[in-house]
Each structure stands twice: as structure tokens, then as C-alpha cells.
């Protein structure tokens, strides 16, 4: 029988979610915030992003997605420049459009492939290059890796709901059934509070 772990003792996010900083897909009043961190090298976040992606069809209206960095560099080489390469697609307005770029493409993320995506995604090329080479966006990558590390993370992915660490699997039924909870814990202080 699996260990369910004591909500008390769980790793809490130390970053708050900000709608200023945060890249979020889904609604932003959502009563639930899914947090990952995250690796666009590692083979388990990418499993994780065909999770998100199918969890994220169903109930996107009823949950608020949030992406941060943790990149793996002691074991993916090429994550950290993937990260830095997503933010200068947000910087362009396009985040999530790179986020599914990176993840689909797992096995190329070396610079030629990186400025590829950024190509067929319509980005202004020289301006993804300059701060790709000048590594513009690295303090905010590591923002996120230090936001983590406060946080408990220690691999990925990681999962944070509410706030709070997800300790469980994260297949679709698990974050499903864990989203779920937190609806019903949202309803019932609801009713306590009328």
C-alpha cells in the first residue's frame, strides 16, 4: 500500500506564483496552481509535458499552469541553454510556443536547433541570438533553480499544488486525483465560511 504523505510536513513553495514573473497557461483566478519545475532535457519532463498537455485539455479552465527552470546542467548539458532559450522566446511573447519546441525535440537542443525553433516559431532572429549569446536570460533561470532548491526540489519533475509539494505519481489519474482534492478542500472552507 503506497505511503500517503502528511500535508504538514510537505516542502511549501517559497516563490509565491506572480502573474508579473510566472509564465501561467490556463486561467490565472483558478482556485488551483499546478507548479513544475522542470528540465527540457530530462526524458521525465518530457513525459510529464504529454501529461500537462492531455490534463491541461480537460480542465484548463479550472487550473492555472505554472513552468519554472531547474535545470539539470550536471547530467543534461544542454538544459540550461534550453531554458535561457525559452525565456528569449518570452521576451518575445512566445513562452509556452517554445516550452512545446523544447519538449518535442528533446534530442536537438544544441544552439543551431534552438535558433530552428525560434525560426519556425517567427521569432526576430537576431534578437534571440544576441541574448542567447550573451546568456540575457540567465539570472532568471536560475532565479528559478534557487526558487526550487529553497523549495525542496532536488530532480524532475516537480510537482507543487496549491503551494504544496506532490509527493505522489504524476500520471494524468494522480495529478487528476490531486487537483480533485484541492477542489474539494476549496469547497469545503467555502461552506465553513458561510
Partial sequence: MPRTSNPIDA????????DLRDHIRGD???????????DFECPQCGQAYLVLGELMGQIEDQVRLVFRHFPLVQIHRHAELAAES?????????????????????????????????????????????ELAEHLHAARVREDFMSGVRSGV????????????????????????AIEQQFQGEATTHSRRL
Fill in 11 to 18: 516542502p511549501t513553495l517559497t516563490l509565491p506564483v506572480s
Fill in 154 to 177: 532536488n530532480g524532475t519533475p516537480t510537482f507543487f499544488i496549491n503551494g504544496k509539494r506532490h509527493k505522489g505519481p504524476w500520471d494524468l489519474q494522480s495529478l487528476t486525483n
Fill in 86 to 130: 525559452a525565456e528569449a522566446a518570452a521576451a518575445q511573447g512566445q513562452f509556452w510556443e517554445m516550452h512545446g519546441a523544447l519538449f518535442e525535440n528533446q534530442d536537438a537542443l544544441d544552439v543551431s536547433s534552438l535558433v530552428a525553433y525560434a525560426r519556425a516559431l517567427g521569432l526576430n532572429l537576431p534578437q534571440f541570438e544576441l
Fill in 28 to 38: 490565472s483566478s483558478a482556485a488551483v496552481t499546478l507548479v513544475e519545475y522542470g
